[in-house]
């Protein structure tokens, strides 16, 4: 039960079933709330703002200094006792922020064979480990597919496992003997009277072998992390070759793209040259043909400008040859009449003019000067003049062509040359059109199939599927490396394996100079053997449920998934800490997930989820806990999601699934629920969750939060 939370006004309540329950609803009508709600009950570690959580309509209609409460109230049945468990808190309306209490939790436990209710004074997050424990409701609780794909991070997977299989039941004992054998050593020795001699020989020995578990634990450590590159670079090295040949077939395309594109444009370059029709008609007078008085009269002109450009040209090219001989002959650059530079240089030596005989003044001298200068600067030029450009633009030599071809080549202006040159033309453009509009479209069809082939392969980037031999090759030798180095460091860590089973019969070959009795070191000796045993006996548990585990995960991957190729999933211990699953075919060859649909890589980490459901019934406890999901077929097809929820109900254990498919919008955008679709859905029960509606809007667009209400229905 909701009452007052979030969206959820005054007390709205679920009535759930121990089997599948669906809850549709649309984006913003609360269905998150609800998975929302679950968290904040049962994690201890919610970090709600608890101004964001009660609802804003009952504060709305309160007044002030009046009060109301916002819980969560959730109902489980265990065994044969019903636990209520609540959390709570009180908001209080006052003039600026709304005073908000402490969080109040309280469980009441009811008997369900006398009838008898009392209170439960543990707190919800000690009863939850009991009725929904962390390990599993950290892999329960799913808020999007997204989150469901979490479960590939090896630790947790790995306390999982651990929470679910036997060998949980061999941990303490491997930690109670493995205690008792360290504390029976060392009362032996402090009970013993060796001499000084033997009780430093062994705490060398202890020295010693301290120092070679740590070697042994460092050579683990790295051989661990190296065999983690060597898988990473394996896996790379699959992905590749698995994509070789989407990389030849890429290359294939963009070369197919580039001929086609070098064709197309040849064709384009061919259409410019053709497609001069205007230059024909009016350039080439192909307009003219049938008219001999114009082309005669045209020629005519051609004469008589050609005779008007010579005598131009003449004209200009004889003053040019003056101007260029005046230049190399040192010819005064003076005008007509003035005097040369003799002449000037004695009148200013003299100071008197020798034209008028009168002496000079200060501006006769200064222009003298200014002229003689002017002089000299012209002498110190380049006695070079370029030939001026008297037409530069003439078109009189290609008109003068074209009136001789006229005359000396009169076939070529022919009625029939024409048409046919014309006709010709017009045949290599529509063709050369054609080429071009089919290219573009064959180029269209190549480009979307090569955004087929990247999409097949959205971990390549388009750089590295063009150059994907010299990838493998470079992932193939860093694999080398590491494989290399992992078979040194295995060598090195047998031979400290082999040197710590030497110091360990050397340190009780010490021991038996101990003046003890026989009977108190073969305590000794037993507690230690009995420690290795529990140790070995876990290890086999963790490998048998991980066996197990990976028998139910393939059965629920294949039901899940009727009609396609799913392969097989198998769990294995990466290392100490560690678990993880990996693909095969069901041949056992490495499955890469370029195999498989959205659907199909959402489905495994799902199946191993429902795999674990179902062992974890099956342990001593004999337990089963619910599942919850929000949004987990957003990749699925509508076949395959009935499929999903078909598991789902089969499984006949407790889930609850939020999700916003099977609903339709009418023209006002108020939800329905689609029957046609929703009724060949399997399922226990169904809810359809809504806001009230018509909404309510604030001037700056958004909700007015003062107006939301969640409504529920139960599906009939």
């Known amino acids: 039960m909701l009452n007052n939370f979030m969206c959820y006004y005054d007390k709205k309540s679920f009535d759930f079933s121990d ?96 009838g008898d209710n009392s209170l439960d004074n543990r707190s919800i997050s000690n009863l939850s480990q009991q009725v929904f424990p962390e390990a599993f409701r950290n892999f329960s609780m799913f808020e999007t597919e997204t989150d469901a794909l979490k479960i590939v991070e090896g630790e947790q997977l790995a306390d999982l496992v651990r929470s679910f299989s036997n060998a949980k039941h061999y941990e303490k004992l491997d930690e109670v003997i493995e205690n008792f054998a360290e504390r029976a050593d060392k009362q032996f020795r402090r009970e013993s009277k060796a ?35 060597r898988e990473y670079y394996t896996n790379q090295i699959n992905e590749l070759v698995i994509s070789l040949t989407i990389s030849e077939d890429y290359k294939k395309i963009e070369e197919q793209i580039e001929k086609i594109k070098a064709e197309t444009e040849r ?31 045209f020629s005519e002109k051609i004469d008589d400008l050609r ?29 007509p009449g003035f005097p040369s530079l003799e002449i000037l240089k004695e009148i200013l030596t003299d100071n008197i003019c020798k034209i008028c005989d009168t002496p ?47 005359q000396i080549k009169p076939e070529k202006y ?65 694999k080398d490396k590491l494989v290399e180095q992992i078979g040194k460091n295995n060598t090195k860590l047998e031979g400290k394996k082999a040197e710590l089973d030497e110091l360990h019969k050397t340190r009780n070959k010490t021991l038996s100079q101990f003046k003890e009795s026989y009977f108190k070191q073969s305590t000794i000796e037993v507690l230690s053997f009995l420690s290795d045993i529990a140790k070995n006996v876990k290890e086999d548990e963790y490998k048998k449920f991980l066996k197990v585990l990976s028998e139910r995960t393939t059965k629920y991957l294949k039901q899940i998934n009727v009609g396609e190729i799913t392969g097989k999933i198998e769990l294995y211990k ?37 795999a674990i459901a179902d062992i974890a019934s099956e342990t001593v406890d004999n337990e089963t806990y619910p599942m919850i999901f929000d949004a987990p077929t957003g990749r699925y097809s509508p076949d395959r999601e009935q499929e999903f929820f078909k598991v789902l109900k089969a499984t006949k254990k407790q889930r609850i699934v939020v999700t916003l498919r099977f609903l339709g919008a009418d023209e006002t955008n108020t939800p329905y629920v689609n029957k046609d679709l929703f009724q060949n859905i399997e399922k226990d029960k169904a809810f359809f969750i809504k806001r009230v509606r018509p909404f309510q809007y604030k001037e700056d667009g958004t909700i007015n939060a003062e107006t939301i209400n969640t409504e529920i229905e139960v599906l009939h």
């Not at 916002?70 to 109902?75: A, D, M």
């Not at 180029?443 to 087929?452: A, T």
């Open 19 to 114: 089997g599948l329950n669906i809850i549709l609803g649309h984006n913003g009508d609360g269905k998150s709330t609800i998975f929302t709600a679950f968290n904040w009950i049962f994690d201890p570690y919610s970090e709600l703002k608890l101004t964001d959580v009660y609802s804003k309509k009952k504060y709305s209609e309160i007044l002030e200094n009046d009060t109301f409460e916002v819980y969560i109230e959730c109902i489980i049945t265990q065994y044969d006792t019903e636990y209520k468990i609540t959390k709570s808190f009180t908001v209080t309306k006052n003039a600026d922020l709304p005073n908000i209490s402490r969080i109040k939790e309280e469980i009441w436990r009811k008997d369900l064979c006398t």
């Open 267 to 297: 064709a384009r370059t061919e259409n410019k040259s053709r497609n001069k029709f205007t230059d024909k008609i009016f350039d080439d007078f192909y307009i003219l043909k049938g008219f001999d008085n114009i082309i005669s009269a």
């Open 307 to 335: 005779k008007e450009k010579n005598r131009v040209d003449n004209e200009e090219r004889n003053k040019f040859a003056i101007e260029k001989l005046e230049l190399e002959n040192g010819a005064t650059p003076f005008p």
């Open 195 to 229: 001499d000084k001699t033997a009780q430093d020989a062994i705490d060398a020995i202890d020295t010693k072998i301290g120092n070679t578990k740590n070697d042994i634990e460092n050579l683990l450590k790295r051989i661990d992390d190296d065999e983690k590159g």
């Open 414 to 478: 022919s009625k029939e040359r024409i048409s046919e040159e014309i006709g010709f033309n017009i045949k290599r453009i529509t063709a050369n059109n054609a080429t071009v509009s089919e290219n573009t479209k064959k180029i269209n069809d190549l480009e979307i199939e090569k955004n087929e082939l990247l999409a097949r392969v959205p971990n390549i980037s388009e750089n590295e599927l063009k150059n994907i031999r010299i990838n493998h090759e470079n992932y193939s030798n860093e």
């Open 360 to 406: 000079l003044n200060d501006k006769a001298k200064e222009y003298i000067n200014k002229s003689i200068k002017l002089y000299e600067e012209s002498k110190n030029k380049e006695k070079t003049v370029k030939a001026p450009m008297i037409f530069p633009n003439n078109f009189i030599d290609e008109f003068q062509i074209i009136d001789r071809t006229i």
């Open 574 to 610: 990466k290392n100490n800490k560690e678990v993880t699953y990996k693909s095969l075919n069901d041949d056992n060859s490495l499955r890469s997930s370029l195999e498989d649909s959205g659907a199909l890589q959402i489905s495994k980490p799902l199946s191993i989820l429902f």
